[in-house]
């Protein structure tokens, strides 16, 4: 686990830098630069692509990491590597023919309650297609253990651009119609410097003599899809179903709210880069020791983590929405409920890798595509009852029910699960410094109050994690800062 940590260190700063430059676009620029309605339209043409990435994806991300030790060498690898790229086309070509055919009906359906949305189809279909590619080449540089040129292209790159590409927007240098073209050359351009980045390591040699486990990769590829298009339905259909039953300016309102809860995710995200790739390895070694071992590990250390973040924001929130346009200051219902949800995400640790790298992945995806339909029926139910908090409830829930489902289904398929005594250490200290900070407020402007509690917040969580060595992982990492014990 030492490893894991140190090399997620690297990602983990980068993707916070990533969710900096995030947290300037998506709480000032956008919400002062665009009117709340195109802001809302750029919400539902991103979350629609990411519904549509895993479809296009064809589950070859997953396929990549699972069976790329199984094939080291000379043609086998070239061929198994030719598959991985030719196997998004067969998706691909249909929805792209079905695009053109059925342009206006689909225009017409993604407009149901707003006709703003009715000419971006192409848009949607383009984005979705260079989501999928990066992805792929993100894992053939994850599985080389290269994943910090990838991280950075996936949480830096693209907010970059669009930093840049609001600032023209404000200076009146392009308009918010080519401000939409360009978004989509971002997400393009993003996809071809992925590629070049990862021939440097291995050379894409075209190679038609696939693996003699052609059939079990394509089987797989095809029921991962299930559980891509799950993991992305519950994090993306919310903001879409907004869009088919209230006003577009809710998305805006919603985005704001569900990127102050995203930050909580950052730790995970950077870990997992790392612990995917391990955790397949160890799955394809049968080690069962150390798989228990890296669950239990990831899992204390994603929770201290995440749960300090999600500390952070709770008790922050009512000065961090003084610095937002009063419209877009709703939302700590919101903030609340997602930012619970990502920490019981972290919580699992790489529950989603043993899981997705085992033999038992399909009974996993057929749960998965259940309660995708099940959190699409309570968006239909609860939104147009509750407004964007109706799909914080619906959200929220799909996701604790889904969680819980993964978690039984290890400790039963595997005997194993991720809580230590240590759990229950850092579950009691986040609440001892949520209530001890809860009634704590300044009268300073709100980043000056931000700033001085955080402090203080920071000084007591890290400072007995410290003295307690809660975590052997998080202790170690400390003491070089701090000196030992």
């Known amino acids: 686990m030492?490893?894991?940590?140190?090399?997620?260190?690297?990602?983990?700063?980068?993707?916070?830098?990533?969710?900096?430059?995030?947290?300037?676009?998506?709480?000032?620029?956008?919400?002062?630069?665009?009117?709340?309605?195109?802001?809302?339209?750029?919400?539902?043409i991103l979350s629609?692509?990411?519904?549509l990435m895993p479809l296009m994806a064809f589950g070859v991300p997953n396929t990549i990491v699972k069976y790329y030790s199984?094939?080291?060498?000379?043609?086998?690898?070239?061929?198994?590597?030719?598959?991985?790229?030719?196997?998004?086309?067969?998706?691909?070509?249909?929805?792209?023919?079905?695009?053109f055919v059925a342009e206006d009906a689909i225009g017409l359906f993604l407009a149901n309650k707003n006709l703003i949305v009715k000419d971006y189809v192409w848009?949607?279909?383009?984005?979705?297609?260079?989501?999928?590619?990066?992805?792929?080449?993100?894992?053939?540089?994850?599985?080389?253990?290269?994943?910090?040129?990838?991280?950075?292209?996936?949480?830096?790159f693209v907010r970059v651009g669009v930093s840049v590409l609001l600032l023209l927007v404000y200076f009146d240098v392009i308009s918010v119609s080519v401000f939409l073209k360009a978004l989509v050359g971002v997400y393009l351009l993003r996809t071809f410097l992925m590629k070049l980045y990862v021939v440097r390591f291995k050379m894409i040699r075209i190679q038609f003599r696939f693996p003699k486990m052609t059939r079990d990769i394509l089987t797989y590829s095809t029921l991962i899809i299930l559980g891509g298009s799950t993991a992305v339905v519950l994090l993306e259909i919310d903001r879409f179903m907004i869009n088919q039953f209230i006003q577009i300016e809710n998305v805006a309102y919603y985005t704001v709210a569900i990127f102050i809860a995203s930050v909580i995710a950052v730790p995970s995200?950077?870990?997992?880069?790392?612990?995917?790739?391990?955790?397949?390895?160890?799955?394809n070694r049968k080690d069962l020791v150390a798989l228990k071992k890296l669950y239990q590990k990831s899992s204390l250390t994603?929770?201290?983590?995440?749960?300090?973040?999600?500390?952070?924001?709770?008790?922050?929130?009512?000065?961090?929405?003084?610095?937002?346009?009063?419209?877009?200051?709703?939302?700590?219902?919101?903030?609340?409920?997602?930012g619970l949800a990502k920490v019981f995400d972290a919580l699992l640790g790489n529950n989603n890798a043993i899981l997705f790298n085992s033999d038992y992945y399909r009974a996993l995806l057929l749960m998965g595509a259940f309660l995708a339909i099940c959190a699409v029926l309570l968006n239909i139910w609860l939104i147009p009852v509750f407004g964007i908090n109706g799909a914080a409830i619906?959200?929220?829930?799909?996701?604790?029910?889904?969680?819980?489902?993964?978690?039984?289904?290890?400790?039963?398929?595997?005997?194993?699960?991720?809580?230590?005594?240590?759990?229950?250490?850092?579950?009691?200290?986040?609440v001892v410094v949520c209530v001890l900070f809860y009634a704590l407020q300044f009268s300073f402007h709100p980043m000056i109050n931000i700033t001085l509690k955080s402090i203080l917040i920071c000084a007591m969580y890290i400072g007995i994690l410290y003295r307690f060595k809660i975590s052997e992982d998080v202790f170690g990492i400390l003491t070089k800062y701090l000196g030992p014990k």
């Open 70 to 99: 199984n094939f080291q060498h000379g043609k086998t690898l070239d061929g198994f590597l030719t598959l991985m790229l030719l196997l998004p086309l067969l998706l691909i070509i249909p929805i792209a023919l079905l695009s």
């Open 48 to 51: 629609t692509s990411a519904i």
């Open 302 to 338: 994603l929770f201290i983590v995440a749960g300090l973040v999600f500390a952070l924001i709770v008790l922050n929130l009512n000065d961090l929405f003084l610095l937002v346009p009063e419209a877009y200051r709703g939302g700590f219902y919101i903030v609340g409920l997602i």
């Open 394 to 430: 619906a959200s929220f829930s799909a996701v604790v029910i889904y969680n819980g489902i993964k978690l039984i289904y290890v400790k039963s398929k595997f005997k194993i699960q991720p809580f230590t005594r240590e759990t229950g250490k850092v579950l009691l200290l986040l």
């Open 123 to 156: 848009y949607i279909f383009l984005i979705a297609i260079a989501m999928a590619y990066f992805e792929i080449f993100y894992a053939w540089s994850k599985v080389q253990m290269r994943s910090v040129f990838g991280n950075f292209m996936k949480e830096v």
């Open 269 to 283: 995200r950077a870990m997992h880069q790392i612990t995917y790739p391990l955790t397949a390895e160890l799955m």
């Open 2 to 44: 030492g490893i894991v940590f140190k090399q997620s260190l690297s990602n983990l700063i980068i993707t916070y830098v990533g969710f900096g430059i995030g947290a300037i676009n998506t709480l000032f620029l956008y919400t002062q630069f665009l009117t709340d309605a195109y802001y809302g339209l750029v919400g539902v």
